[in-house]
């Protein structure tokens, strides 16, 4: 059976498929809870009101914990700062006129109180500053908050410029450990981002991995490739996506969606031929 985790160069475990709980609101203490049941045991979440019940996240912990006896120690949690740019002017969780520093360690407090934790398994930075010294900055208590042990690993996210990720690598003491884009044609599918992962050991996780790419994935090659083994093309596209060392994000609500999903961890790769073909796709739809 292939490895269901990678290891980070941080030395964490990371699952290589993770359950996205965005744009969830109520209804996320009871899907967290059906995609660890279902076999997931990585979480990512944010402490962003605007898009993510955070709180409810937590709360799905706890009833993991104390109904299903599966503990917090045997889950990743993956959670973000984000930027005042980010939040909803009346839902901000933190103090909007404490300096930059402060509001990244009052929303780190945030995010542990929020997940009845004590420390959090990756952190990652929402998206970057307006300018580079203030994303230096947040990255500096994030690196203060590794060295204390609260948090295991650091990570990027909607950075898209392949210039700002290799400056803030160079400058950073402890280095990015993951960076989390979305994964579309807009963006030239990261192509000089995912090859910097590569160089330097980052682990490229993926969002709105099926949603931004209906056209590949309902293309008669990838119905044949599905038809063929007898499952979805999405299966096949988060093959495809696993098989070119991305971590995969889904943020499915449909519990067949969820177990048809973590089959593919199990799935043999595609063919050269076949990654070929749906990587020749990508480069046409840029």
């Given at each position: 059976m292939a490895s269901h985790t990678v290891t980070t160069s941080a030395g964490v475990k990371m699952p290589r498929f993770i359950y996205g709980t965005a744009w969830k609101k109520d209804r996320t203490t009871e899907l967290?809870?059906?995609?660890?049941?279902?076999?997931f045991r990585g979480i990512d979440t944010a402490c962003q009101p605007k898009h993510y019940q955070e709180d409810l996240v937590g709360q799905a912990l706890l009833t993991l914990q104390k109904e299903?006896?599966?503990?917090?120690?045997?889950l990743f949690i993956q959670t973000k700062f984000t930027s005042l740019d980010g939040q909803d002017p009346q839902r901000i969780p933190y103090d909007r006129n404490a300096p930059l520093k402060e509001q990244v360690r009052q929303s780190f407090a945030k995010s542990l109180s929020n997940l009845h934790t004590d420390y959090i398994d990756s952190l990652v930075m929402h998206g970057p500053m307006r300018a580079y010294?203030?994303?230096?900055e947040v990255w500096h208590v994030f690196e203060e908050l590794h060295s204390q042990g609260k948090v295991k690993q650091l990570g990027i996210s909607n950075f898209y410029d392949p210039e700002a990720v290799a400056r803030l690598y160079s400058d950073a003491k402890v280095k990015p450990a993951v960076i989390q884009n979305r994964f579309?044609?807009?963006?030239?599918?990261?192509i000089l981002i995912r090859k910097f992962c590569k160089e330097h050991n980052i682990y490229y996780q993926s969002f709105w991995t099926l949603t931004a790419n209906p056209t590949i994935i309902n293309s008669n090659a990838v119905k044949k490739m599905a038809e063929k083994r007898g499952i979805t093309t999405s299966q096949i596209f988060f093959r495809f996506m696993m098989d070119i060392e991305v971590i995969p994000l889904t943020?499915?609500?449909?519990?067949?969606?969820m177990?048809?999903?973590?089959?593919?961890?199990d799935m043999p790769s595609l063919s050269s031929?076949?990654?070929?073909?749906?990587?020749?796709m990508l480069s046409d739809s840029i």
């Open positions: 967290v809870v059906k995609a660890v049941l279902n076999g299903h006896n599966i503990s917090r120690e045997n010294d203030k994303t230096l579309y044609a807009d963006s030239g599918y990261d943020g499915t609500t449909n519990e067949t969606h177990k048809q999903d973590l089959a593919v961890l031929e076949e990654i070929q073909i749906i990587n020749e």
